[in-house]
């Protein structure tokens, strides 16, 4: 423990020395014999012990940036995946696409075939 020593401090209205606690650091006192006010620098050499500016610990807001994916979002993603092609197939969408399909093909089949086997 560090020994409590007196602060010397002299008052800069009546010079006159004054022993200022080691608590009363970087406080400021009243001079006994003309009451003025002298503030107490902080005690030379030894620490300052009274308040220490403690650097305030930053509270854990935001635990971790991989915390935005949590293992819950990565199992449903792969069942939306599968399950999403096949929605097309009860709808009779898948159908209409083949028709799309077949119905493109047709006509580029026509226009091939008119274009290589001109009528007349
Ligand atoms: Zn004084």
């Known amino acids: 423990m560090i020994p409590a020593m007196p602060i010397p401090v002299d008052c800069p209205a009546c010079n006159t020395r004054l ?3 080691d608590g009363a650091a970087g406080m400021t ?3 006994p014999r003309c009451q003025t006010p002298v503030p107490v620098p902080a005690a030379a050499g030894a620490p300052r012990a009274p ?16 915390a935005q994916h949590p293992p819950r979002s990565s199992p449903p993603e792969r069942q939306a995946r599968g399950p999403a092609p096949r ?11 083949a028709l ?10 026509g226009i ?3 274009l290589l086997v001109p009528p007349g």
């Open 19 to 21: 022993r200022a606690p």
């Open 29 to 31: 006192l009243s001079c």
């Open 51 to 66: 308040s220490p500016p403690a650097p305030v610990p930053r509270p854990p807001s935001r635990p971790a940036p991989p």
């Open 87 to 97: 929605r097309h197939d009860p709808t009779g969408n898948g159908c209409l696409t």
């Open 100 to 109: 799309a399909w077949l119905f493109a093909l047709i006509a580029l089949v």
């Open 112 to 114: 091939v075939w008119l």
